[in-house]
């Protein structure tokens, strides 16, 4: 019988890595045109946004090296 459930664990880990990614990319882009974000009546700060995007990025990273 295959190893379903380590398909089941590369793919999983491919689609966190993507979207770790997409969020990371997402997060230096409102960072670098230092786009306004405001919940409710919060301002959040664009360095909110590189710490944001750094921890994004590590889990990409640990997303598509935990594929093995």
Do not use: T
């Not at 409710?40 to 590590?58: E, H, K, N, T, Y």
Request: with cysteine; hydrophobic share 55%.
């Amino acid at each position: 019988m295959p190893d379903v459930e380590g398909k089941m664990s590369i793919k999983y880990s491919v689609v966190s890595g993507v979207i770790f990614g997409f969020i990371a990319i997402a997060q230096s882009v409102r960072a670098l045109r230092q786009l306004p974000v405001h919940v409710g009546d919060f301002d959040v700060p664009v360095w909110l946004s590189w710490v944001a995007a750094v921890i994004a990025g590590s889990l990409c990273v640990w997303a598509f090296r935990n594929r093995s």
